[in-house]
């Protein structure tokens, strides 16, 4: 795997969690801001769902909170095998594969909740991350891409898709339009945007996203940030200097 996008992996890892249902007696695939209002009528398929799976579901969670994610995952697994048309269980199994790093596994999870509905933003989206990290770029693209159709909004899919081209060294533009939009969602945005912003020549930029990201509490890479902002210093006084000496 290419060194340059190992810095993404807690932040990749993070998307996915953060996609997936903390609350599995709503069974609801989506982020607490999407929660539905009380009013709201269930849709089908949650009162489809057996009981001995919703029990599953329930012991999933209660896993998950005490920090056992294979303990998790096997529930879900349970979950699955009695109802195999379970969307919210195949999305969660899929982030208990990316947490236990089989990426492979959780892209097949992923795929199987988009079978079931493949309007549900969160499991393409989370597709795109499984399909990332198995360096399967162009269909990780494709799999954002469909996400933000889906949902034009979708921090994830945005963050994804720029991650790609920054990844690729393609559109960069685009990338940088991307990763500026996410900064707050995702602190590494700012590195992958440090990184494309350096191939532009634009070093000034780069060396202030780098800035602005070793502004947050305790930042993961505080010490190989530092090194790099400093290897950006030498070379834009490097620039300065052949600028103003050439006639």
Not at 5 to 33: H, I, K, M, Y
């Amino acid at each position: 795997m290419r060194a340059s996008v190992c810095v993404l992996f807690l932040g990749l890892a993070s998307a996915v969690f953060a996609q997936t249902e903390r609350q599995p007696q709503s069974l609801v695939p989506a982020d607490p801001t999407r929660l539905p209002d009380i009013a709201v009528t269930v849709p089908a398929r949650q009162l489809l769902i057996p009981s001995n799976a919703a029990k599953e579901l329930q012991r999933a969670q209660s896993a998950l909170v005490a920090g056992d994610i294979h303990s998790s995952a096997r529930h879900l697994e349970k979950a699955v095998e009695i109802y195999p048309e379970c969307l919210e269980a195949h999305n969660n199994l899929g982030s208990r594969y990316i947490e236990l790093h089989e990426y492979g596994k959780a892209a097949a999870e992923f795929q199987k909740a988009i079978e079931i509905d493949p309007r549900v933003v969160h499991a393409v989206s989370n597709l795109s991350v499984a399909l990332f990290l198995l360096e399967r770029y162009p269909e990780a693209e494709t799999a954002s891409r469909r996400a933000l159709d889906l949902d034009p909004r979708n921090l994830t899919a945005r963050y994804m898709l720029g991650t790609i081209l920054a990844t690729e060294k393609r559109n960069p533009q685009e990338a940088v339009n991307l990763l500026s939009q996410t900064k707050s969602q995702f602190a590494d945005s700012r590195l992958l945007l440090a990184m494309v912003l350096t191939r532009l020549g634009r070093l000034e930029e780069a060396q202030s996203e780098l800035r602005e990201y070793l502004k947050a509490p305790d930042p993961a890479k505080r010490q190989n940030v530092e090194r790099w902002l400093e290897r950006l210093a030498q070379a834009s006084a490097i620039n300065r200097t052949t600028q103003s000496n050439t006639p």
